[in-house]
Antibody, heavy 114, light 112 residues
Framework: QIQLVQSGPEVKKPGESVKISCKAS????????MQWLKQAQGKSLKWMGW????????TYAADFTGRFVFSLETSASTAYLQITNLKNEDMATYFC???????WGQGVMVTVSS | DIVLTQAPLSVSVTPGESASISCRSS???????????LYWYLQRPGKSPQLLIY???NLASGVPDRFSSSGSETDFTLKISKVETEDVGVYYC?????????FGAGTKLELK
């Protein structure tokens, strides 16, 4: 069955970096892009962008340029989200979702606290 | 960006009764290919969102037929008949017509 399994919760200080993984199984990784979304506590979903798992081409939403990087390790069927220079407003749960939002990872809670 | 406005923000339903959730778009979600790009998701407490409905009216795999959706180019309704305990959570509408995909604020469904 199709699964997206994300890495565990993270606790970071402002200014640090975090790298979240999303491992896909149950389908051919390169045949569906990977979306990334942010959900602050008690808030709705915000689309961050997506990565074409076949070409590596990335598309970022306007609010997620500069400090946010999507990458791949195709041999491991894994997509990554890296956030650098963490700020308090980055504290949220981050989801990966398959191209058509039909399968989602379980989410990674990132806590940013000094 | 396309704004999706959901109503109500919360609804309390007696098990076995029906519930309806509205989603209004600031722009037509009808694509040039004739597909209405409106999706519904359920996020159960502490879980990730689950796709319920795609392209306005199509049930996603494994979703019970108690769920149905209809609408026009800008106004949409999700109906849940015979509400069960497992239906508790936050319902989001979303679109994929253009970048960026956006989501409504969510409607919280609780049981009476």
């Amino acid at each position: 069955q199709i699964q997206l399994v994300q890495s565990g919760p993270e606790v970071k200080k402002p200014g640090e970096s975090v790298k979240i993984s999303c491992k896909a199984s149950g389908y051919t990784f390169t045949q569906a892009g990977m979306q990334w979304l942010k959900q602050a506590q008690g808030k709705s979903l915000k689309w961050m962008g997506w990565i074409n798992t076949n070409t590596g081409k990335t598309t970022y939403a306007a609010d997620f340029t500069g400090r946010f990087v999507f990458s791949l390790e195709t041999s491991a069927s894994t997509a990554y989200l890296q956030i650098t220079n963490l700020k308090n407003e980055d504290m949220a749960t981050y989801f990966c979702a398959r191209d058509y939002f039909d399968y989602w990872g379980q989410g990674v809670m990132v806590t940013v606290s000094s | 960006d396309i704004v999706l406005t959901q109503a109500p923000l919360s609804v309390s339903v007696t098990p076995g009764e029906s519930a309806s959730i509205s989603c209004r778009s600031s722009k037509s979600l009808l694509s040039s290919k004739g597909i209405t790009s409106l999706y519904w998701y359920l996020q159960r407490p502490g879980k990730s969102p689950q796709l319920l409905i795609y392209q306005m009216s199509n049930l996603a795999s494994g979703v019970p037929d108690r769920f149905s959706s209809s609408g026009s180019e800008t106004d949409f309704t999700l109906k849940i008949s015979k509400v069960e305990t497992e239906d508790v959570g936050v319902y989001y509408c979303g679109h994929r017509l253009e970048y960026p995909p956006t989501f409504g604020a969510g409607t919280k469904l609780e049981l009476k």
